[in-house]
């Protein structure tokens, strides 16, 4: 039999940290192996913010300094479980990313938490879960944000 491989896409969301718990958690049950990754997309929202003098520092500092937290912190949760993981840090358009990094990986599980939902008439997952749900060939599981 296989190693259970689960690829979990995260960014600096609490549904996102959850998605990384539970992808630990399952990989410490089943005796499989997790692959976090992170996309820093090409640098719009840092430009934004960035123009806007929100930040003392560039905001790409910013968000790379986020994206190394989150998946330093995952990397500890693992490290706790014995769970072997790996990191990486993708660029681009971050659907395309991580179906391409889940094409070349091959998960047998791709974990993604729920963020992004607007309001009444949006849809109850954010833009990139439906995304991800609507173009992935592999199964995906769209985790909630933890009630407070």
Do not use: K
């Not at 992808?23 to 806007?52: C, T």
């Not at 905001?59 to 190394?68: K, L, T």
């Amino acid at each position: 039999m296989s190693e259970f491989r689960l690829l979990v896409c995260v960014d600096t969301s609490r549904a996102a940290l959850a998605a990384a718990r539970l992808a630990v958690r399952l990989a410490a049950e089943h005796g499989g192996r997790v692959r976090a990754v992170s996309v820093v997309e090409d640098g719009d929202m840092a430009r934004q913010l960035d123009a806007r003098g929100r930040h003392d520092r560039p905001a790409s500092d910013w968000q790379d300094r986020g994206v190394r937290a989150v998946l330093e912190r995952i990397t500890s949760l693992a490290d706790d479980r014995d769970v072997a993981v790996e990191t990486s840090t993708l660029d681009g358009d971050p659907v395309r990313a991580i179906l391409r990094d889940a094409d070349a990986w091959r998960p047998d599980l791709l974990l993604v938490g729920r963020t992004g939902r607007a309001g009444p008439g949006s849809p109850m997952v954010g833009s990139l879960a439906m995304h991800l749900t609507e173009f992935s060939d592999w199964p995906i599981v769209i985790v909630p944000e933890p009630r407070s």
